[in-house]
């Protein structure tokens, strides 16, 4: 399947400078910013440069995946889908609104290019774990699943299990992108990438504010092995840095 986001942003859908209007469209009482702007350009350079979906293969079998584990704080998610094309900007306005599609969390049932409602946390990576699993067994070797997920969220005990499963049965086509803002209560011994790689993935830390260091550590070759990709951004409680 070829990327049809490339040729998206060769016509001019939108580009990572405008994603500070769309985020700006987005007012109300939302109370994770730091989530959201945590996660924006990471979620660019995967829509961008290395998912293979667009709007025109949200139900193709062969499309990529990407399940968006970490759900609170999703206006960096709904700004790159819109300036991809998924749904109109015109929806941003009206988020978290009562009859907005665009939620708190967001809601597959409602957000066109969502592959999963988020929730609770520590539930995505377990999500994506069955997915590709799912995947394999319809001999569909070819998409990727990707999940992104907090540092903090690793605390739940359902992420440790999947971690383990996925490296042991040597789940090749996913990959597990951790926005990592110091935010963890309890933190890894050793680091988060060290974890993975003890159970078997391949694993990689990147600035996350880093667009080519990004695609570098997203793209690099893991066969045989799931991949992980610690993204490393500015502490929490430091203050939301400038999203253009």
Known sequence: MTNAIRTQTENGVAGFGELASLM????????????????????WV?????????????????RDRFLLSKGHGPMAYYAVLAAKGFFPRTWLADFGTYHSPL???????????AEIGSGSLGHGLPLAVGTALGL?????????????VGDAELDEGSNHEAIAYAGAAGLSRLHTLVIDNSSATHGWH???AAQFEAAGWSAVTADGRDHEALHKAFT?????????????????DTGEPKVA
Do not use: C, F
């Open 136 to 148: 394999r067994a319809q001999g569909l070797d070819d998409p990727a699943v990707w999940v992104l």
């Open 24 to 43: 700006g469209l987005m007012t109300g009482a939302e109370k994770h910013g730091p989530a959201a702007t945590s996660t924006l350009d990471a979620l």
């Open 103 to 113: 939620g708190h969390h967001p809601d597959r049932t409602l957000v066109p290019g």
């Open 46 to 62: 995967l829509y961008d440069r290395v998912l293979r979906v667009s709007p025109e293969t949200v139900k193709d079998p062969g």
């Open 220 to 236: 690099a070759p893991h066969p045989g092995r799931p991949h992980a990709v610690v993204a490393q951004v500015e502490p929490k």
């Open 190 to 192: 050793g680091g988060i």
